[in-house]
């Protein structure tokens, strides 16, 4: 499997190795990691269109999604009142607890 960026707050941590296609997601983080999807991409003002997702954050062990957990903090809001209507519409976007949809590295020839 292609190796990932590496992202602050892991402190060494070893990470959980992604599952296949369609398996339950255990927070591997391969996905974000490799590239930003297209809700960081139009939501994220600093976010660069290769490479990680600026708002992948690791707690306890997995990675979670912070536009699901507090997308005002990278919308850059003036508020986080919205937070909870918010993050409820983008995980139901993204497809959240509905399994893994990010492709094998081995189909799509990413394996070095
Ligand atoms: S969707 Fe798949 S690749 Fe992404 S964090 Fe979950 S298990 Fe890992
Ligand atoms: S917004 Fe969430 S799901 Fe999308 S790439 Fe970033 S961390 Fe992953």
Redesign the pocket.
């Known amino acids: 499997m292609k190796a990932i960026v590496l992202i602050d707050g892991t402190k060494g941590e070893r990470l959980p190795i992604k599952p296949a296609f369609g398996s339950a997601c255990n927070g591997c983080g391969w ?2 990691a490799s590239e ?2 297209g ?2 991409r139009e939501h994220i003002p600093d976010q660069p269109a290769g490479g990680p ?1 600026q ?2 954050e690791h707690d306890a062990g997995r990675f979670v ?4 957990r507090r997308p005002s903090h990278y919308m850059r809001l003036p508020n986080d009142w919205a937070d909870g209507v918010l993050g409820d519409m983008i995980a139901n976007a ?1 497809g959240a607890g509905r399994g893994c949809d990010a492709d094998d590295p081995e189909a799509t020839g990413a394996v070095s």
Request: with cysteine; net charge neutral.
């Open positions: 996905c974000c930003a999807c809700v960081a997702c708002a992948l999604c912070g536009m699901i993204l």
